[in-house]
């Protein structure tokens, strides 16, 4: 009773606090990334685009397809700053392969290929994000811009040599099989995870480097990983 009173008082508060962060985060965005004249476009339709539909309320309804398996997954982005903070100082560049597993809307990849020209492979199971991605690639006449539907355990990643899992969601088996497919196909790949190591699930992996991020739901550390020789 006293904790449904207290949630009550609290929800306004906390939803106002989310709303002001999200309004703040967007500011910042404009002011340092719309000077890309191509970025701001694709951003902007991205935006109108899931204007009514948030990307979070179509990962919702994709999981209401599933009413036995609790807690699908949960949907989360990247903050632009993020994926800046992770390229410049991985030199991610023109010569690389950046492969996103679960690539969401493709936020992501269109503001790598705009701002860092690498090679992009996106990703992603839920066809209403890839369908309209694919739509931005052929209106603006992206390359390379790779949108892949599929299960993300499908995929080859051996000519990636950049790979980027935020997989908070995933269970500890789906994490123990995907260091399984790592160690056989990104023997000498970047492999880069959010919020835990690759060595904490396996002993294939060495951790290289490692930066305190801001993401939504906080302050988290992005890992960079490659397989041990
Ligand atoms: C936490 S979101 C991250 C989105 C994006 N990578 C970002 O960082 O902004 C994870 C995404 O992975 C997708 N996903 C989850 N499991 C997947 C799977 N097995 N195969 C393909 N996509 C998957 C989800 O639909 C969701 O869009």
């Known amino acids: 009773m006293f904790l449904n009173l207290l949630?009550?008082?609290?929800?306004?508060?906390?939803?106002?606090?989310?709303?002001?962060?999200?309004l703040?985060?967007?500011?910042?965005?404009?002011?340092?990334?719309?000077?890309?004249?191509?970025?701001?476009?694709?951003?902007?339709?991205?935006?109108?685009?899931?204007?009514?539909?948030?990307?979070?309320?179509?990962?919702?309804?994709?999981q209401r397809k599933f009413p036995k398996k609790k807690h699908l997954y949960l949907y989360g982005e990247t903050?632009?700053?993020v994926y800046e903070m992770m390229a410049s100082r991985w030199d991610l560049g023109s010569n690389d392969r950046f492969t996103e597993l679960g690539a969401g809307t493709y936020r992501g990849g269109l503001f790598l290929t705009s701002f860092f020209q690498c090679d992009y492979v996106g990703v992603e199971w839920l066809q209403e994000y890839a369908?309209?991605?694919?739509?931005?690639?052929k209106m603006h006449k992206l390359k390379p811009f790779t949108i892949i539907c599929d299960d993300l355990f499908n995929v080859d990643l051996k000519d990636s040599n950049f790979i980027y899992l935020f997989g908070t969601c995933l269970k500890k088996d789906e994490i123990q099989t995907l260091c399984q497919k790592f160690s056989k196909e990104c023997r000498a790949s970047n492999i880069i995870t959010v919020s835990f190591p690759l060595s904490?699930?396996?002993?294939?992996?060495i951790t290289l480097d490692q930066m305190l991020l801001e993401f939504e739901f906080g302050l988290t550390t992005v890992y960079l990983q490659r397989v041990k020789c």
Not at 131 to 137: C, N, S, T
Not at 200 to 205: G, K, L
């Open 200 to 205: 904490d699930y396996s002993t294939d992996f």
């Open 79 to 81: 903050p632009l700053r």
């Open 131 to 137: 369908k309209f991605a694919m739509q931005l690639k």
């Open 24 to 62: 703040r985060r967007y500011d910042f965005e404009v002011s340092r990334y719309y000077g890309n004249s191509l970025f701001k476009v694709l951003d902007l339709k991205l935006k109108y685009h899931y204007k009514n539909l948030t990307p979070f309320e179509i990962s919702k309804e994709y």
């Open 7 to 22: 949630d009550k008082l609290i929800s306004p508060y906390l939803c106002i606090k989310t709303r002001l962060k999200k």
